[in-house]
């Protein structure tokens, strides 16, 4: 597989050789080969778990390969950790951020690459070059800001920052958009084509294609622990991406046809919600829901969607009235309100399905009879029908096409497309009036996603009505009839999605209002 | 209550304090790193036992602290092979420390001496001495503050005026030093310190060597300063208090001092006061001297505002993605 650079071309920035890597029986990589060249924007893309982050972690020293070589700037060199990654030149941002919190800005930068003994000169040195920097390439920090004041955009900018700093040339980046909004988003690509103009390597790892459209020069695409493709960016698809992403052709639309929305079902007004800390997460909810329509909430995460959800599902606190088919419904976030809100018909597939949606330990056709199990048809008195619960799972498993269809296998088992499915059949299948739906599909598969957002679509038109709550914007303007802008606890504004584009939406995620609310 | 007695109370809360506050930067060094540390009561029992056992034997309070110092680091390499190495859970190796060291010194004092537990009385050379300060009785004369320098600052011995260094000291470590920077780092977000190429296991095993060695000094200071030999159970809760101390101070070194100052105060008063008429009532004894107890657990119990631990505190570092 391995070939040797041919003379005359741009020289490799990072050459792998036969990179493998198994986790226990887990094949993570295999035999994986890849060329990136010097000075250009290098693209990874595959589902979750097609080992796109090992690989780049094997790469930093985070891991040790089983077998393989690596190859920077045309020498073979070893990397056992992450200081000999530094050496060589290797910065990597990391999906979940490795800054120290209460520590300033300054701090960051230099915790680790500090010059001498004592703290003085590197953070003098560390000063200047910060300003150099900014002016350079749009990194603005305040270099004495304590990073947990920072929002998550800046704390990005900080780990930049931070592999700058080590004179890195080659810039891992993994998953860096998936906390940002689209405009903060767009400053970290102009950012990153700086830098690549600057001579500086970059390779981006993520799943959405717009972004490897949008920015890369060339992309490779991974499969279940193997390389299957390297390309040049302008000379692919989205849709070919995706059929080597999945394996097989992918619809990356969403069909349907316009809403038919009919009598309002969820009715909320004035809803508040102080938090243990006695922080205002909801600072005065309006919102309706119809039949037959899908109410989209967008809006960064941390913005309150999660709490909106947490008070509709029955299990927090809060203040206002809700009017679920014209009745109030309680609000005093204790147990029997999630009981109760079952019985009132609203189904809730919840953000996090491995703390809130399942039991990871739990067997499948335990998973699935949680909060309807004390339905008849599952038992009576003390006891529980286990036959009727695995013949159901059994059932629902083959409807929502859960792979493998096994009952007995524990959540954690199960891939998180498949652990989705199973909740999402879970809620679906007990036709409530309103699905709640948070981050459907969140670490789920191109495939997957596709069968999910099916599913959501057709249970929109049996008539229910559907509260979905997603940080990406494009699921958002998939699938919504109408879209409710969320920020710092307050709706920002309604837009129809066939009258509002990214860049709308954006502003009013960062918290700028901007045309009056669209009519109906 | 007259100038000269209110002197007299400080001067005994300044050496009561002193162990108190080894140890609170003991745990200082230890916690900031994110290793938890219950086992401080545990190094300052092992060490006062053998800095008195070998004073005792050599005649020697040096080599007697020395040899403190050293039963300290024992169990303070114990605890970081298990807490750090082996990633084990921190409070329960904290507490076999604990019952390690309250039999082990029991046991093993018994077999040596044959004094139930005890050593043997210490005098001379063996103890540590008072030091006199320059000018100590020339400046006495003067009115409020020769008193203040004379009796209440003079007359220490050595390890009261280290202890008090200790202070600025781990301030200038902690915020000006490369080594303070990382170990810092380290307790809020040691994947941090992983990925910035710097090796959390060798941090963290230093600020727990830092931790054996002032827990040592602590139990040296007790049995060869403070008290005269080694007695059964003589660290009587200073380990737990200094804890106490700690979340008081908020991990603080500045802080440190006057909390341990405070604790060293009312078991002064509660020395002092062996009985106290207040309002017509009679305060027992037992109240007095339970003082720095109740103290503790008013503080733990949360009553002194919100205290904000080290964010990785108490929690093994294992790699993940």
């Given amino acids: 597989m ?73 020498r073979p060199t070893p990397i056992p950790d992450s200081q000999a990654a530094i050496d060589a030149g290797i910065g990597m941002v990391f999906q979940h951020f490795k800054l120290v919190q209460p520590f300033t800005v300054l701090e960051n930068v230099i915790l680790g690459a500090e010059d001498g003994k004592l703290l003085k000169p590197s953070l003098a040195k560390a000063r200047k070059l910060l300003t150099d920097l900014a002016r350079e390439y749009e990194l603005d920090v305040d270099p004495d800001a304590v990073v947990e004041d920072l929002n998550v955009g800046l704390q990005q900018r900080v780990e930049i920052l931070k592999a700058l700093y080590r004179e890195a040339d080659i810039l891992i980046l993994d998953e860096p958009t998936g906390v940002l909004t689209p405009a903060e988003a767009d400053h970290l690509f102009r950012i990153l084509k700086g830098l690549r103009d600057q001579g500086k390597t970059i390779i981006l790892i993520t799943h959405k294609l717009r972004e490897i459209m949008e920015i890369t020069d060339t992309v490779s695409v991974m499969r279940r622990g193997e390389m299957t493709a390297t390309v040049k960016t302008a000379e692919t698809s989205p849709e070919q991406l995706a059929e080597l992403m999945v394996g097989r052709k992918v619809l990356l639309r969403v069909d349907k046809t316009p809403a038919q929305p009919k009598e309002t079902v969820l009715e909320v007004r004035g809803l508040r919600v102080i938090d243990d800390q006695g922080v205002e997460r909801l600072r005065g909810i309006d919102l309706d829901i119809r039949a037959g329509e899908v109410l ?34 309680a609000l005093t976030g204790s147990a029997s309100d999630a009981r109760m809100r079952r019985m009132q018909g609203i189904a809730h597939v919840p953000e996090d399905r491995q703390r809130e949606g399942l039991i990871m330990e739990f067997r499948a056709w335990e998973n699935v009879g949680f909060g309807y199990h004390r339905e008849e048809r599952f038992g009576s008195g003390l006891f529980m029908d286990n036959t009727a619960l695995r013949t159901d799972c059994e059932g629902k498993m083959a409807r929502f096409d859960v792979r493998p269809p096994d009952p007995n296998l524990a959540a954690k088992s199960f891939s998180g497309g498949n652990q989705q499915k ?91 209002t901007g045309k009056p609310v669209a009519a109906e | 209550m007259d100038y000269a007695g209110l002197i007299q109370i400080l001067d005994s809360a300044l050496r009561l304090s002193t162990p108190l506050l080894f140890a609170c930067l003991a745990g200082l060094f230890s916690e900031r790193a994110g290793v938890f540390d219950i086992g401080l009561e545990g190094k300052i029992l092992a060490s006062a036992f053998l800095s008195a056992a070998m004073a005792a034997y050599t005649g020697n309070v040096w080599l007697g602290m020395f040899a403190g110092i050293l039963a300290s680091l024992m169990l303070a390499t114990i605890h970081g092979m298990a807490s750090i190495t082996f990633r084990g859970n921190q409070l329960i190796s904290g507490v076999a420390i604990n019952f390690l060291a309250s039999g082990l010194t029991v046991v093993i004092g018994e077999a040596w001496f044959g004094l139930g537990g005890r050593t043997p009385q210490l005098e001379g050379a063996a103890r540590f001495g008072e030091l006199t300060l320059p000018f100590a009785d020339a400046i006495r004369g003067i009115p409020f503050i020769g008193p203040i320098y004379a009796d209440l600052l003079s007359g220490h011995s050595i390890l009261v005026y280290v202890a008090l260094l200790c202070v600025p000291l781990t301030w200038w470590i902690l915020s000006r030093t490369r080594f303070g920077l990382r170990l810092r780092a380290v307790g809020e977000n040691p994947a941090a310190v992983d990925t910035a ?125």
């Avoid at chain 1, 792998?16 to 887990?26: D, M, N, T, Y």
């Avoid at chain 1, 995460?301 to 109030?328: D, F, H, P, W």
């Avoid at chain 2, 001092?257 to 002064?268: D, K, Q, V, Y």
């Fill in chain 1, 422 to 512: 199973i909740v999402l059949a879970r809620e679906i299948e007990r036709d409530p009036d309103l699905l709640l739906i948070g981050q459907p599909t969140r670490g789920v598969d191109i495939g997957a996603i596709e069968f999910i957002h099916k599913q959501v679509v057709a249970l929109r038109d049996k008539g229910k009505a559907i509260l979905l709550v997603s940080v990406e914007l494009d699921e958002i303007m998939a699938l919504s009839d109408r879209i409710a802008v969320m920020f710092d606890g307050r709706i920002m504004g309604e837009r129809l999605p066939s009258e509002t584009d990214a860049n709308e939406l954006g502003l009013l995620m960062a918290g700028m």
């Fill in chain 1, 296 to 329: 989209g909430i967008a809006g960064v995460s941390g913005n309150g969607q999660s709490e909106l959800l947490e008070v509709l599902g029955g299990y927090r606190k809060a203040e206002g009235t809700i009017r679920m088919n014209g009745q109030e419904i």
């Fill in chain 1, 2 to 74: 391995t070939q040797r650079p041919s003379q005359g071309e741009a020289p490799l920035a990072i050459e792998l050789r036969g990179i493998s890597k198994a986790f226990g029986p887990v094949q993570a990589n295999k035999d994986i080969s890849i060329q990136v060249k010097r000075g250009t924007i290098h693209g990874i893309i595959g589902e979750n778990g097609a080992g796109k982050s090992t690989l780049m972690s094997i790469l930093y020293g985070f891991y040790k390969a089983d077998a393989g070589e690596i190859y920077i700037g045309g």
């Fill in chain 2, 197 to 321: 190429g710097v090796s959390v296991v060798g941090l963290r095993f230093a600020a727990v060597m830092i931790c054996g060695l002032l827990c040592g000094l602590a139990g040296a200071y007790l049995a060869t300063a403070l008290s005269a030999g080694f007695v059964k159970e003589m660290s009587a809760g200073r380990g737990f208090i200094a804890l106490a101390a700690l979340i008081f101070a908020k991990w603080r070194p500045w802080h440190a001092l006057g909390a341990t100052f405070l604790f060293g105060l009312l078991e002064a008063l509660g020395n002092r006061f062996q009985s106290l008429e207040l309002l017509g009532i009679t305060i027992p004894t037992q109240f007095m001297q339970a003082l720095p107890y109740i103290l503790t657990v008013v503080i733990l119990a949360g009553f002194v505002g919100r205290a904000i631990p080290p964010r990785a505190g108490g929690e093994p570092y294992v790699k993940e993605r």
